[in-house]
């Protein structure tokens, strides 16, 4: 059984950085997409990045590229969100997830796709 666990999130300014990550465990290294998503009340989880574990193919949603940056480290079991540049609407609740897909459906994989989840951490960004 995957299980994730979520660190990192708090306030910041905006054009401030915060790095998010997500311990997994239980999982078959190699093999699995795992992504970020965000949302926000009243709206539905939308994709901010995601990896394939096996050839750390990355992707980004338009909203975040080039402030945005996803990264695994195997060693740790650890996925992270380095997230610089921030902006007022990147405020949300951010989750983690993973599941055992192929490369090429990893990167246009949408949140119901995906079966395991973190808990979710907040990031809130101010003026």
């Known amino acids: 059984q995957v299980r994730m666990v979520e660190s990192g999130g708090g306030s910041v300014q905006a054009g401030g950085s915060l790095r998010l990550s997500c311990a997994i465990f239980?999982?078959?290294?190699?093999?699995?997409?795992m992504g970020w998503f965000r949302q926000v009340p009243g709206k539905e989880r939308e994709g901010v990045a995601r990896i394939y574990s096996g050839s750390s193919t990355t992707s980004y949603a338009d909203s975040v590229k080039g402030r945005f940056t996803i990264s695994q480290d195997n060693a740790e079991n650890t996925v992270y969100l380095q997230m610089n540049s921030l902006k007022p609407e990147d405020t949300a609740m951010y989750y983690c997830a993973a599941d055992y897909l192929s490369s090429g459906s990893c990167h246009g994989a949408e949140a119901r796709v995906f079966r395991y989840w973190g808990q979710g951490t907040q990031v809130t960004v101010s003026l």
């Open positions: 239980g999982y078959i290294p190699g093999q699995i997409c």
